[in-house]
Structures are given as structure tokens and as C-alpha cells.
């Protein structure tokens, strides 16, 4: 009989009621109120939060906001910069019932205007310098904000763990970025991470390297660590990427989470990285080459675990410490998630087989939907199953192979190609450092798949020729395109519509 891709790790444990995000992130360290929750990492010295601190500052703030006329359900745009005061608002805010929305301090004033059209804020919390347009919205400043931490402790807003926590928006590598709509039982869903993906208890020291304002370092620098009564390390701003190496040692980080790109920036700067504590790195937001995850355990003899999510679901596919991923795969659903391999007509495909990758409906760490769009939102459901809107393949054990967004797929001569395929096989090509393919239209109705490279610049002959040592033919870039850098979003995604603008400029 033929096995379909589903992959059920059985359910997750249901969410407590009533129950406030803010409350269960703050719980365990309760226990332990002397414990350093968070360290800011500067190359003299360390800024260290309390857990006793810590959830004075975020309950004062509460009342803070409530003092300034907010209530319960009230939208809050945070207009923060990489300071201890991003994730003080944030759970500030969603210890009272409001739902923040975090936005990267890099936007534009117009750009931020599209924010507060979608979302239609009660106020803006808007730090020093950062972008913002006029508006007739209530602004706190970031004076108003400081003061609010030695406010008497407000009491958590609890509720329904359904009701929104929290707005975050989309990339947009994809289209019009959305905004999501998440709930306040999104936090309890995170466990499944800790297990099926950090390897995370109480004693760890989690080192993030992105910036307070940046929703992966939120999430694993910040709410789980904090979750699970361990200790959150961040680096302060303006502490360079070659510091990491240094401030890891030296503040004795035992986990380390970081974009592929910061590895890759690490490896080229420190070809062996001696880390007695580190027990292992993690990575997200774009995929992990085999050539970065193979030169980070030549020089350090540690492994890079990777995991896979998105905005509407955050990650839900990963390999961890217990259940490393199998070479070339995203690793295998979390424990409790049910995950699926789905083909055109929406139902799962047989094992093997290429199709859009999607999480039960019921999953607890999926999005409420997006803000105002119900039609958007219904598009991306299929009977009992979300569409991510990403191409892979299941093998029997449930491990995913990824194969590229559905919109990214290349039409190579009448054949179907994976741009992650293409990129994966000539990843490690001799001087080239980092690789991305695309579909080309050369003429009408004539279209090619170009190869867009950083390292050294090559005869196009000879990575042609290499090319096809790896690739069959119809699968070969056909153009080889040396460039500066790759085209990326803020938070280091590859724009990959991008790449066609690379190449129209070329004379």
C-alpha cells in the first residue's frame, strides 16, 4: 500500500485557561528571582537584568500603559531601537492585555505609514531617532517608557489563551508583507521548540546574535530562554560581529542562535573557534548551506541544528540535539506538530514525492490569521490543513527536504527545477561564498536559469563546466553573474525577485 507524507508526533499538550503570554514567560523564573535573566554584552562590560528586575520592569510598564489610557485589545505600533526598552514594552504590553506590534527600527517614515494604515494603532510607543511620519496617534517616548518601570506592579490581563498577544508582519519575500495575527497560547506552542529543537533547560545561556528589534531574536534570544528559566544573552549595539566569538567564551554561552549569514561572516573571519561551553549552534530565517553547517563543525567540532517556520506559524520543523536532521533535510516535525506534504488537488502525496508543505489546522502556535483580511487568510487553508506556500519532499521517517517556495519554482526548458536544488549542488563551487539562482527571461518565451555569485570572479566557462559535474543539463545556470552581494531584507532574507534587477543593470 502506498504511504502518503503525513508525519503526526502526536498532540500537543492543550493551553491552561485563563492564561496571559506575558505571565507564563515570566512564571518559572519566579523561582529563582536573583538568577541573571538577561545579560547586554558590551566588550567591557555587561548590563544584567534580574528575574526579579526583569518582571518588575515589564509589570510597571503595564501599568504605565494603562495609566496613559490603553485598554485591553487596544493595538500598540512599537517604535523601538535595539535597547532593553523592545522586549520591556512588549511584554509590558501583552501583561496588559494589549497587543503590541513590533516593527524594525530600519523602516521608513512612509513605510511606517503603511503599518499604521493595516493596523490602525490606539498609540505608537516611538524610541529616540526612530523613524516615524506625523501622525494625530498618542506617542509615548522613550523617556515615558523608562519611567513606567518603577511603576507599581500591574496585575496580569488573563483570558482566553485565544484572544490576540501579539502582531508581527510578514517578510514580504513573497509578496505584499501581511500583517499576522498571533494568540496568546502562541507561547505555549514555543515548548515544542525547546525540546524538538534548542535542547533548552534552565541552566543554558543562550547567546543570540541579532538585535532586540528583530522578531527571531524575541523569540528564541529572549521569550523561551526566559521561559524555561535559563539566562538570555544579547549583544549590546554597535559590538561587531567579530566580537561574537569572544563574547561567547567569555560570558560562557552554552547555546548560540544566529542567521546562516552571521555563521557564514564568522567562519570567514575565525577559521577555528575554540567554545568550551557551547554545546551547539542554532539557525533560522533562510536555509543552512552544507557548506556553512560543514565548516562550522570543522572549526569548532560542534553542530549547527536548523530549523524551518514562518511568520504565521513560527518554526515547526527542525533537528535537535536528540534527533539531529538527516544530511540535506530540514530536520522532522516537532513533537506535537502534524505536517503534511500536499499535492495540487490538496490532498497528501505519496512518500517521495514534491509537494506545498502544510500544518494542521489545529496546530496551537498557528496564527489567529491576518489582520483584517479574512479572504487572505481563508486562501491559505485547505480543508484541515495551513499552506505554507513551500515546496518539499518526506522520506519515511518524516524528515522534510526542502525544495523552495512554490512561487520560486524554475521553468527550465519544459522541466520543473528547485532554485534550492540548483543552489544546494553548487554551494561549495572554489571561490565562490555564497550562491543564488533564479529564473531568466532572455527573450519572449525563452527563459534560462541564471546563477547570481559573491567570492572570486570566474570564467563562466569553467563554472558551466563544474556545473555540469553536479547537475544534469536542464537544471544548469546557463548565465553566471558575479555580484558585490546578494540582494536581502533587513533581517537577511535573500530577495530573490531581486535578482532579476541584478541582471537587467548588467550593460
Known sequence: MTRLSICDRGPAAPCPEPFNMAAHVLAKGQATPDKVALAILGLGRAERWSYARLEAAVRGTATGLMQAGLVPGDIVLMRLGNTVEFPLAYLGAIAAGLVPVPSSAQLTAPEVARLIEITRPASILLGDGVACPETRLPVLDQAALLAMRDLPAADYHMGDPDRPAYIVFTSGTSGTPRAVEHAHRAIWARQMMHTGWYGLGSDDRLL??????????????????WTAGATALIPAEGVPLTSLPLLLKRHEATLFAAAPGIYRKLLSDHPVLHLPKLRHGLAAGEKLSDRIRDEWREATGLEIHEAFGMSEISTFLSGCPADP?????????????????LGEDGAPVPLGEDGTIAVDLADPGLMRGYLNAPEATAARMSGDW??????????????????????????????????????????????????????????????????????????????????????????????????????????????????????????
Not at 543570540?208 to 530562554?225: C, E, I, Q
Not at 527545477?417 to 553548487?426: D, G, I, R, T, Y
Open 208 to 225: 543570540h546574535a541579532g538585535a532586540f528589534n528583530w522578531t527571531f531574536t524575541l523569540g528564541t534570544g529572549l521569550m523561551d530562554p
Open 325 to 341: 536532521a538527516a544530511p540535506g533535510t530540514l530536520g522532522r516535525p516537532q513533537p506535537g506538530r502534524r505536517v503534511a506534504i
Open 386 to 507: 495551513f499552506l505554507t506556500g513551500d515546496l518539499g519532499r518526506m522520506d519515511e521517517d518524516g524528515a522534510i527536504t526542502y525544495r523552495g517556495r512554490s512561487g520560486d519554482m524554475m521553468n527550465a526548458g519544459g522541466y520543473r527545477v528547485s532554485p534550492a536544488e540548483v543552489e544546494a549542488a553548487l554551494s561549495d563551487l572554489p571561490g565562490v561564498t555564497e550562491i543564488a539562482v533564479t529564473e531568466i527571461e532572455v527573450k519572449e518565451d525563452a527563459s534560462v536559469i541564471a546563477a547570481f555569485y559573491t567570492g572570486t570572479e570566474q570564467d563562466p566557462l569553467t563554472l558551466s563546466s563544474l556545473a555540469a559535474q553536479r547537475l544534469a543539463r536542464y537544471k544548469q545556470p546557463r548565465i553566471w553573474q558575479h555580484c558585490d552581494a546578494l540582494p536581502r531584507n533587513s533581517n537577511g532574507k535573500l530577495q530573490r525577485p531581486a535578482l532579476r534587477a541584478l541582471w537587467e543593470k548588467t550593460p
